[in-house]
């Protein structure tokens, strides 16, 4: 296997961090208060709670597809570089 540079795999832990993990936090948060307007049986709170989540989710996956690919040009030029 050949080494990745330090400086392009922090940055892309960085962008995990900032970007996909962010999605998620905010999709649990949603979720919260999707499941209090459901005991509260506020039907507009959950229809608007879970359109956020939809938005959340959506954001989520882009990312996270962003990330793969990113991931997977790192390793290739990596590899590259040495071959």
Same mark, same amino acid.
Request: hydrophobic residues 45%.
């Given at each position: 296997?050949?080494?990745?540079?330090?400086? $392009? /795999? $922090?940055? /892309? %832990?960085? =962008? #995990?961090? =900032?970007?996909?993990?962010?999605?998620?936090?905010?999709? @649990?948060? #949603?979720?919260?208060?999707?499941? *209090?307007?459901? &005991? &509260?049986?506020? $039907?507009? *709170?959950?229809?608007?709670?879970?359109?956020?989540?939809?938005?959340? !989710?959506? +954001? #989520?996956? +882009? !990312?996270?597809? @962003?990330?793969?690919?990113? *991931?997977?040009?790192? %390793? $290739?030029? @990596?590899?590259?570089?040495? *071959?």
């Amino acid at each position: 296997m050949s080494p990745i540079s330090e400086t $392009a /795999f $922090a940055e /892309f %832990l960085q =962008r #995990l961090h =900032r970007d996909a993990m962010q999605h998620a936090a905010s999709i @649990s948060i #949603l979720m919260a208060v999707w499941e *209090g307007a459901n &005991r &509260r049986a506020d $039907a507009n *709170g959950e229809a608007e709670a879970a359109e956020m989540v939809r938005d959340e !989710a959506r +954001k #989520l996956a +882009k !990312a996270l597809a @962003s990330l793969e690919a990113d *991931g997977h040009e790192m %390793l $290739a030029t @990596s590899q590259r570089q040495l *071959g």
